[in-house]
């Protein structure tokens, strides 16, 4: 069992890595199936997403890919929304939060897979709110009085249907606050793993952890990490920005069908 599922999580990893990405949608599924009990599953799941960001973030930050100062700020307003996410979900029907995020994520992939003109650098400063920031060669403003409401948005809607924050905050970073998409994928793959570890430190205070299984995973999720983040260092951002699109437009396929069932 545990090769089986070492491969598949190898292979997650991967692709995940590649878009920015945990891998928590399909860690977590998998290690069900297998018949490990839910609650191991989604703390071992937490602590495979941390070191898939680890492994991540340490290419993409040699690559110039973070802005970490940004990526700190938007996590924070991130990680507030998606408590108060968790806290109200209770309220709403599982049907309606899967066709809602389904809604939001398919929009989102429609406008990243067409061919959109990327923003202009921040030739007259931006204005009153905009935070001027310069990565390696590229440079581009970012409006706080959008980032932050927005980024709680996220948070709140990663937090009500169970998600990883990444499918949101990798378009909202993109397509509203005009981050380069190399940019975003690389700061996302950095963010997921510090929401990940508020979940998993709650889950680790009330005794819900294989480590034996999880060591043995994290080390082939981690080599994983590299490789994806290192194929996209090497993607073009216009063939890099479509893809994570398809990939969007599937996730929200597959959330209208379990909706449904």
């Not at 034996?212 to 994290?218: D, H, I, P």
């Not at 090497?234 to 909706?259: Q, R, S």
Request: hydrophobic share 55%; glycine share 14%.
């Amino acid at each position: 069992m545990w090769v089986i599922l070492a491969i598949a999580m190898f292979a997650v990893a991967v692709v995940f890595s590649m878009l920015g990405q945990g891998g928590g949608a399909l860690y977590t599924p998998l290690q069900v199936w297998l018949g490990i009990d839910f609650h191991d599953a989604a703390t071992t799941s937490l602590f495979l997403i941390m070191v898939t960001s680890i492994a991540a973030s340490l290419v993409f930050h040699k690559a110039k890919r973070i802005d970490w100062p940004l990526a700190i700020a938007l996590e924070t307003v991130t990680t507030a929304g998606g408590f108060i996410g968790g806290l109200v979900s209770g309220g709403v029907s599982g049907t309606t939060l899967s066709l809602l995020f389904a809604g939001v994520i398919a929009t989102a992939s429609l406008f990243m897979i067409r061919p959109m003109r990327e923003r202009e650098p921040c030739i007259d400063g931006g204005g009153f709110f905009a935070w001027r920031r310069t990565l390696g060669e590229q440079r581009y403003c970012v409006n706080m009085a959008l980032a932050l409401p927005f980024s709680f948005l996220a948070g709140a809607m990663s937090g009500l249907v169970g998600v990883g924050g990444g499918l949101i905050k990798v378009p909202l970073m993109v397509l509203v606050l005009g981050i380069p998409m190399d940019i975003a994928v690389g700061s996302s793959a950095l963010m997921v793993g510090v929401t990940a570890s508020g979940g998993f430190a709650g889950h680790l205070l009330r005794g819900h952890w294989d480590w034996k299984l999880s060591l043995v995973l994290a080390a082939v999720v981690f080599v994983g990490g590299q490789i994806g983040s290192r194929l996209t260092v090497k993607l073009d951002k216009k063939k890099l920005k479509v893809g994570f699109g398809w990939f969007l437009l599937i996730i929200a396929t597959t959330m209208v069908f379990k909706a449904f069932r």
